[in-house]
């Protein structure tokens, strides 16, 4: 099986699938007007542009002039913490309330946020990376404008009670952000059943193409551009539309959306058989909660055992890991999220995060799970920390 790649990796970007492929190789050569030209080819362009928002919004439960298309899920949540940012200032309100497990594209927007002016409360997760909603309620003050609590987490699963928060931004008149790029086309999404203003998600993550995504903004909630230009997306995102990446998304995500519940169910099958296996490896630990945890994910700490080793010789096995997210590894930092759940930094670096796909098969998930005990024996064969360990000239974190 090793000439073939067995990819995990799903979390950090998903196989465009063949279908979404076909949905957009007619707007490369044959419909490539300019949806903002007047003639017959930019009209026809329009026309796919406006069928594509149609099918995206029937797929979140809003109207298609809630839907502006951007380049990914990034620039969504970008767009969606300044716009509710800009919003708040001129209402006096300058607090944002979000959580420390958060994607770096809002950990980073926040950031700047606060540099200028703005105060940010990033809440505590308990050791599942779980948020409880009272802690929200709790938090919200008078001069709160935004409450942003990503939907699911993408380095360890964790799914937040999004619809509860939800309830309670509305009911305190606080705007409600969710980062929805690991959720969407995974797990249910009703945008107004799940009391969301504004929701951010990204193609790349449910077998669309790369480089195209959304910001969902309920109707009445003003959007400040990101990018300045031309007038696309009624004035709030210029730059010509990708038509053939947005064409390939709502595809992707019909058929995300068409065939979730089957899908949920035999990748949470295959998870939970990955989880037992791992689980099998002496001084190991699951990071995050076995339940309210998204349907394809996996991610273990192992004692004495660095990540980035751990990943390499997985790679030569032909088993595509990830250890932390795909913008922190390579970096020595270690991951946030782990930190944000309790674990110390000496296991935080050595994180196994394995995130499957439709695609991934029974006798792939075995194989893995021989290889994942094989490569942690032959590491911690040696491993100087794991002697110590051993000798008791250490203690072990992971009991
Ligand atoms: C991948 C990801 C993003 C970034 O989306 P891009 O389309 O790659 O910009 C944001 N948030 C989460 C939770 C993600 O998993």
Redesign the pocket.
């Known amino acids: 099986m090793a000439n073939r790649t067995i990819y995990l990796d799903n979390?950090?970007?998903t196989k465009t699938s063949r279908r979404a492929i076909e949905a957009m190789l007619p707007y490369f050569d044959g419909v490539y007007g300019n949806p903002s030209s007047l003639h017959s080819a930019g009209q026809a362009a329009a026309e796919a542009l406006q069928n594509a928002r149609e099918r995206v919004a029937a797929c979140l439960g809003c109207t298609a002039r809630e839907i502006t298309f951007t380049?990914?899920?990034?620039?969504?949540?970008n767009q969606a913490i300044i716009s509710a940012a800009k919003r708040g200032e001129r209402q006096g309100k300058k607090r944002i309330i979000s959580t420390k497990i958060?994607?770096?594209?809002?950990l980073h927007t926040l950031k700047k946020l606060e540099s200028e002016g703005f105060s940010v409360t990033l809440l505590d997760v308990d050791g599942n990376g779980l948020l409880d909603p009272q802690q929200v309620e709790d938090a919200i003050s008078a001069d709160t404008c935004l409450v942003t609590v990503?939907?699911?987490?993408?380095e360890i699963g964790t799914v937040e009670p999004i619809a509860e928060i939800g309830a309670i931004c509305r009911r305190k008149g606080v705007l409600f952000h969710t980062?929805?790029?690991?959720a969407v086309g995974h797990l249910p999404i009703d945008v107004s059943a799940q009391n969301i203003d504004l929701l951010?998600l990204?193609?790349?993550?449910f077998h669309g193409p790369?480089?195209?995504?959304v910001l969902y903004a309920r109707k009445g909630v003003p959007l400040t551009n990101v990018i300045e230009g031309g007038a696309q997306e009624r004035g709030k995102r210029a730059g010509t539309e990708n038509l053939p990446a947005i064409m390939g998304m709502a595809s992707a995500l019909e058929d995300a959306c068409a065939s979730l519940e089957g899908s949920a169910k035999k990748l949470a099958a295959l998870r939970d058989r990955l989880i037992a296996g791992l689980s099998e490896i002496p001084r190991s630990v699951l990071n995050g909660g076995r339940e309210r945890r998204l349907p394809g994910n996996v991610n273990f700490c192992f004692e004495g055992i660095e990540g980035e080793s751990l990943l390499l010789l997985l790679d030569d096995k032909g088993i595509a890991a990830s250890s932390g997210?795909?913008c922190t590894s390579g970096s020595l930092d270690p991951s946030h999220v782990l930190l944000a759940i309790g674990r110390p930094h000496e296991i935080a670096h050595g994180s196994l995060r394995l995130t499957l796909s439709e695609e991934t098969t029974e006798e792939e998930i075995e194989y893995t799970i021989e290889a994942v005990k094989e490569v942690v024996a032959y590491l911690r064969s040696i491993s100087p920390v794991w002697r110590d360990l051993q000798s008791g000239k250490r203690d072990y974190i992971i009991k």
């Open positions: 979390a950090a970007t380049s990914g899920g990034s620039e969504a949540d958060e994607h770096h594209a809002v990503m939907f699911a987490n993408n980062d929805a790029v690991q951010s990204s193609a790349h993550k790369k480089g195209v995504g997210s795909a």
